[in-house]
């Protein structure tokens, strides 16, 4: 009897958070999958190194910047090497760190949001393209945002333009790559509201106190059990089904 080859995983922005949750979670639930966890900054990424020596050999810490064409070809390239395929690529790294309204947030703002949280996804599925391609179940899942609905404004009293219309832009660049390739499961999907640095950075920068009081009536994950529900949607998915489609994780379909 053949033993069935290794799952191939990509998840970037693996090193805490979300991303640190999923990479824990897929070498928990799948005892072969091979995960590449990708990161900026890996001589402080602690946990993600802990983790690796607990699953070694399945959990590989990398080098990843979001929308360095160059390092994520490069990257590519050594993946296929070694594996000639990635079964799943979650485009997790993204950034927050505005809080102001439109008239004052600087082009700047708006230029390092769209560089990490749309190239930066673009970037790495023109660069994986091919290898997911020679998967035969392959998936693209980009981590979006209920920021990013366009529909979801007049319950969104946030500051947060700049994340908002990243993430609106990451929905639309993620929809169309499941329109453009009919052999792919791709789809955005909020995670809710979870227990992380980037969340708890959010509260704190919030003038108006309101993400605070918000958050008090919202459904908090921890990261590992966000992740758990993810897991469950992604393994489940189906390009019928759920292709194209925003994902949330507590409603089912976000609106758009």
């Not at 319950?155 to 333009?161: A, E, Q, T």
Request: with cysteine; glycine share 10%; aromatic share 8%.
């Amino acid at each position: 009897m053949t033993t069935p080859a290794p799952k191939i995983y990509f998840v970037a922005g693996g090193t805490r958070g979300i991303g640190l949750g999923l990479v824990a979670g897929i070498a928990a639930r799948d005892p072969t999958a091979i995960i590449y966890a990708g990161g900026r900054n890996l001589s402080s990424a602690q946990l993600l190194i802990d983790l690796s020596a607990k699953y070694p050999g399945r959990i590989e810490p990398v080098k990843y910047i979001a929308g360095d064409k160059e390092g994520n070809e490069e990257l590519a390239k050594e993946i296929g090497k070694k594996h000639g395929h990635v079964d799943t690529v979650i485009a997790n790294a993204g950034i927050a760190n505005s809080d102001a309204p439109v008239h004052e947030t600087s082009i700047k703002s708006f230029e390092e949001h769209f560089s990490v949280n749309v190239l930066g996804p673009i970037v790495l599925f023109q660069t994986f393209r091919d290898l997911l391609k020679a998967s035969p179940s392959p998936r693209f899942v980009a981590i979006s945002s209920g920021a990013g609905s366009i529909e979801g404004l007049s319950r969104n009293p946030f500051n947060n333009s700049p994340y908002g219309t990243s993430k609106a832009a990451l929905n639309w660049v993620v929809r169309k790559i499941h329109y453009e390739n009919d052999w792919l499961i791709a789809y955005p999907q909020c995670p809710g509201a979870v227990d992380t640095d980037m969340m708890r950075e959010g509260i704190a920068k919030d003038t108006t106190g309101k993400f605070k009081e918000i958050m008090k009536i919202m459904n908090v994950r921890q990261p590992d059990e966000a992740a758990t529900v993810l897991l469950d949607i992604l393994d489940a998915s189906t390009r019928e089904k759920d292709g194209g489609q925003f994902h949330n994780i507590d409603l089912g379909r976000h609106p758009w």
